[in-house]
């Protein structure tokens, strides 16, 4: 089974792919740091996001515990490409739910 977080909206292949049920507000609130001084760096992290919408089932239930662990890439420049790839594990009604991901973006005031 897929958490319902990455599950295809339009699954039974029905015309409209949203309604107002698909739609979840989730926050989220971590920590992270990086280790290392160097352009690589080892960041690990952890967090909990609130949200019903990150778990095997449909119902709501207690808020997911995550942990972080990955390797950003930061430019030597004052100014530069940030790029991230991590593991993010959730752990939820003690269920474990392995999730990761990639990301690009842009630092406008590198702390080297």
């Known amino acids: 089974?897929?958490?319902?977080?990455?599950?295809?909206?339009?699954?039974?292949n029905?015309?409209?792919i949203y309604n107002d049920e698909d739609f979840r507000i989730t926050g989220v609130a971590s920590y992270s740091y990086l280790f290392g001084k160097n352009k690589i760096r080892f960041e690990a992290g952890t967090g909990i996001a609130f949200g019903d919408r990150i778990s095997y089932s449909?119902?709501?239930g207690?808020?997911?515990l995550f942990l972080n662990f990955g390797f950003r890439f930061i430019s030597?420049?004052?100014k530069g490409l940030v790029f991230k790839t991590s593991f993010t594990p959730f752990i939820k009604?003690?269920?474990?739910?392995p999730w990761g991901g990639?990301?690009?973006g842009y630092s406008f005031n590198n702390q080297i």
Do not use: G
């Open 76 to 78: 030597f420049e004052s």
């Open 93 to 97: 009604d003690q269920q474990f739910i």
């Open 1 to 12: 089974a897929t958490p319902t977080i990455l599950a295809d909206p339009n699954s039974n």
């Open 14 to 16: 029905q015309k409209n």
């Open 58 to 60: 449909d119902k709501p």
């Open 102 to 104: 990639i990301s690009i």
């Open 62 to 64: 207690p808020p997911a």
